[in-house]
T-cell receptor, first 113, second 115 residues
Framework: DAGVIQSPRHEVTEMGQEVTLRCKPI?????LFWYRQTMMRGLELLIY????????DSGMPEDRFSAKMPNASFSTLKIQPSEPRDSAVYFC???????????FGSGTRLTVV | KQEVTQIPAALSVPEGENLVLNCSFT??????LQWFRQDPGKGLTSLLL?????REQTSGRLNASLDKSSGRSTLYIAASQPGDSATYLC??????????????FGTGTLLAVQP
């Protein structure tokens, strides 16, 4: 299994631009999570999906952030418009519902200048 | 509200030493606890998962224990090696309400093993 796959690995964009982060969960996992990691706040859950349905988006910081999961093998996190304070590492994780553990992707390092 | 604390924040040991990393959580109602390793600029690698009904889990030189009633977990690393240098994170999965899918992370312990 290739694990959770995220793209791109690094993204540098100018303030105001739209940014789209992508994630492919592990095949068979039915829960998908988007986390953000910063030095100041550590790892924060932004949103999670269960069977492709958004369950809890209370961690999404603002309306500029949106996430979709059109099918069981793909999810996107979009920031529009981006701001310098959005600079962070964004992780995607997946899990099989139940007592299993989480598997994280390698992350996307986003820099907004 | 569940809070997870890791002590120490940083640790430096000589190669070969056995060491213990600590994790404490404020609410004992948990599904499970997971230990991760994060190398600089990399993602999180799962090390051990302990269910709430378990007391410990072992993988190679790693042993994790869980004392739910006291809100504590420890990660024991035997015969440490320079390759063990990384940040170690513990994460708790709450066991009730709508929060059962939200992993709550500690702030991590930065480990440096000196050759």
């Amino acid at each position: 299994d290739a694990g959770v796959i995220q793209s791109p690995r690094h993204e540098v964009t100018e303030m105001g631009q739209e940014v789209t982060l992508r994630c492919k969960p592990i095949s068979g996992h039915n829960s998908l999570f988007w986390y953000r990691q910063t030095m100041m706040r550590g790892l924060e859950l932004l949103i999670y999906f269960n069977n492709n349905v958004p369950i809890d988006d209370s961690g999404m910081p603002e309306d500029r952030f949106s996430a979709k999961m059109p099918n069981a093998s793909f999810s996107t996190l979009k920031i529009q418009p981006s701001e310098p304070r959005d600079s962070a590492v964004y992780f995607c994780a997946s899990r099989l519902t139940g007592i299993g553990g989480y598997t994280f992707g390698s992350g996307t390092r986003l820099t907004v200048v | 509200k569940q809070e997870v604390t890791q002590i120490p924040a940083a640790l430096s040991v000589p190669e070969g030493e056995n060491l213990v990393l600590n994790c404490s959580f404020t609410d004992s109602a948990i599904y499970n606890l997971q230990w991760f390793r994060q190398d600089p600029g990399k993602g999180l690698t799962s090390l051990l998962l302990i269910q709430s009904s378990q007391r410990e889990q072992t993988s190679g030189r790693l042993n994790a224990s869980l004392d739910k009633s006291s809100g504590r977990s420890t990660l024991y690393i035997a015969a440490s090696q320079p390759g063990d240098s990384a940040t170690y994170l513990c994460a708790v999965r709450p066991g009730y309400g709508g929060a059962t899918n939200k992993l709550i992370f500690g702030t991590g312990t930065l480990l440096a093993v000196q050759p």
